[in-house]
């Protein structure tokens, strides 16, 4: 059973930064893409970043080019949404996903997905 598991969110003030994580359990960590995608209040989930099995290739969604990194340990099974100048906008669920793949970009298949973890940031 393919698990997944965020953790991380929580309340930050604007221009702050927060760290997300996601844990992957019961598939091949290393060999697959993984993603980050975002659900605000009314508003369709949408592709946030997105990093290869090797780390070498990311992508990133317009609005947190610059702000977010998406590193990934392939020891610890783990994939990290790093977010630093956070502004009000940024605030949703998060979650990670495993692509279908080596690679994760924004139009791409995603298999397992977390159960999220939210993020605000008060305007």
């Known amino acids: 059973q393919v698990q997944l598991v965020e953790s991380g969110g929580g309340l930050v003030q604007a221009g702050g930064s927060l760290r997300l994580s996601c844990t992957v359990s019961?598939?091949?960590?290393?060999?697959?893409?993984m993603g980050w995608f975002r659900q605000a209040p009314g508003k369709e989930r949408e592709f946030v970043a997105g990093?290869?099995?090797?780390?070498?290739?990311?992508s990133y969604s317009d609005s947190v080019k610059g702000r977010f990194t998406v590193p990934r340990d392939n020891a610890k099974n783990t994939v990290y949404l790093q977010m630093k100048s956070l502004e009000p906008e940024d605030t949703a669920v998060y979650y990670c996903?495993?692509?279908?793949?080596?690679?994760?970009?924004?139009?791409?298949?995603?298999?397992?997905w977390g159960q999220g973890t939210q993020v605000t940031v008060p305007s």
């Open positions: 019961g598939r091949t960590f290393s060999v697959y893409g």
């Open positions: 996903a495993m692509s279908r793949g080596a690679r994760a970009p924004a139009d791409g298949s995603f298999d397992y």
């Open positions: 990093i290869s099995w090797t780390g070498t290739v990311t």
